[in-house]
């Protein structure tokens, strides 16, 4: 394992806080799954979970390279292929600009691979337009970033409740799945707060509570507890754990943070553009 991929100091990602701030509230609601054309894609996938039915998301020979001020072209990632089943936690790791951010920005529709497509709840990316591709990220897709990026104005209930509003659930509807949710992360007596009154740790699990407020396929989650304290790094880890378990979301994490990747099904090593497998966790075992 190399040694750079794990720092449980917090860590700053100007990518992420960007994307963050221009998609966050931004989820929409979306009927109840139905399980997607992936499963025989989803196999052929490598890294894809062992005898996994289905996948909640895939992403096929994936490439992005970024143009540099000097017109040179940066590769990050060279042929990404993975598949993730529901109810499935996948760690990623890797070296401070091995391309993890920009690796979950392409898993997640927030932009397009320069080589390559995912399937994202059954549904290929491929020639998808901007407004379609959209539309499935707010439906199919949750995000929690290092820093919550909740609104300032707004209680924990109203943030939770606004994807639900913005895809057009009436208020009572909403209101009592932002509930529901809140009370699931341990926040049913916090809900009225704004999150200048909450913790740092209570900050960010509303911001799980939003993410998940849409019922999205696909949880990701960039340097979740990068910012946090060892004490609400744990009761974050734990919550995502039984969080993918229960609601059967299929969950990539980007992290430096053994304890976390320790919960993941698979660890995965972003190295050279590919994803490899990695025996990061403590404890080993990772297929
Ligand atoms: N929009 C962009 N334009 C040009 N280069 C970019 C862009 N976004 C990222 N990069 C470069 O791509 C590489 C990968 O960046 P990325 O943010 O994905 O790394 P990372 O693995 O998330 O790193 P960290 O652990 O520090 O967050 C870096 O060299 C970065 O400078
Ligand atoms: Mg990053």
């Given at each position: 394992?190399?040694?750079?991929?794990?720092?449980?100091?917090?860590?700053?990602?100007?990518?992420?806080?960007?994307?963050?701030?221009?998609?966050?509230?931004?989820?929409?609601?979306?009927?109840?799954?139905?399980?997607?054309?992936?499963?025989?894609?989803?196999?052929?996938?490598?890294?894809?979970?062992?005898?996994?039915?289905?996948?909640?998301?895939?992403?096929?020979?994936?490439?992005?390279?970024?143009?540099?001020?000097?017109?040179?072209?940066?590769?990050?990632?060279?042929?990404?292929?993975?598949?993730?089943?529901?109810?499935?936690?996948?760690?990623?790791?890797?070296?401070?600009?091995?391309?993890?951010?920009?690796?979950?920005?392409?898993?997640?529709?927030?932009?397009?691979?320069?080589?390559?497509?995912?399937?994202?709840?059954?549904?290929?990316?491929?020639?998808?337009?901007?407004?379609?591709?959209?539309?499935?990220?707010?439906?199919?897709?949750?995000?929690?970033?290092?820093?919550?990026?909740?609104?300032?104005?707004?209680?924990?209930?109203?943030?939770?409740?606004?994807?639900?509003?913005?895809?057009?659930?009436?208020?009572?509807?909403?209101?009592?799945?932002?509930?529901?949710?809140?009370?699931?992360?341990?926040?049913?007596?916090?809900?009225?707060?704004?999150?200048?009154?909450?913790?740092g740790g209570e900050q960010q699990r509303t911001a799980?509570?939003?993410?998940?407020?849409?019922?999205?396929?696909?949880?990701?989650?960039?340097?979740?507890?990068?910012?946090?304290?060892?004490?609400?790094?744990?009761?974050?880890?734990?919550?995502?754990?039984?969080?993918?378990?229960?609601?059967?979301?299929?969950?990539?994490?980007?992290?430096?943070?053994?304890?976390?990747?320790?919960?993941?099904?698979?660890v995965l090593l972003l190295d050279g553009g590919r994803?490899?497998?990695?025996?990061?966790?403590?404890?080993?075992?990772?297929?």
């Amino acid at each position: 394992m190399d040694g750079d991929a794990f720092d449980d100091g917090p860590m700053t990602d100007g990518l992420s806080e960007q994307a963050a701030a221009s998609v966050a509230p931004a989820n929409a609601v979306h009927p109840p799954r139905a399980p997607g054309p992936a499963g025989a894609a989803a196999g052929a996938a490598a890294g894809s979970a062992v005898g996994a039915p289905l996948a909640v998301l895939e992403a096929h020979d994936l490439w992005k390279s970024y143009r540099g001020g000097d017109g040179a072209l940066l590769a990050v990632l060279s042929g990404v292929d993975l598949a993730v089943a529901p109810g499935e936690m996948v760690a990623i790791v890797g070296a401070s600009g091995a391309g993890k951010s920009t690796l979950l920005h392409v898993l997640g529709a927030l932009d397009r691979p320069t080589r390559g497509y995912t399937v994202i709840a059954g549904q290929s990316v491929a020639g998808l337009a901007d407004d379609a591709l959209a539309a499935l990220r707010n439906r199919a897709v949750g995000f929690v970033f290092q820093f919550h990026h909740l609104l300032r104005e707004f209680s924990a209930l109203e943030n939770v409740m606004m994807p639900l509003r913005i895809a057009g659930v009436a208020p009572a509807p909403a209101q009592a799945r932002a509930e529901e949710l809140l009370a699931r992360v341990g926040l049913s007596s916090r809900m009225h707060h704004r999150p200048a009154e909450l913790s740092g740790g209570e900050q960010q699990r509303t911001a799980v509570a939003r993410a998940l407020a849409v019922d999205p396929a696909v949880l990701l989650a960039d340097e979740p507890s990068g910012n946090l304290d060892h004490a609400n790094a744990e009761r974050l880890h734990e919550l995502f754990a039984e969080l993918t378990r229960d609601l059967e979301v299929g969950m990539v994490v980007v992290t430096h943070n053994r304890s976390l990747a320790a919960r993941a099904h698979r660890v995965l090593l972003l190295d050279g553009g590919r994803l490899v497998p990695t025996d990061a966790r403590a404890g080993g075992g990772v297929a």
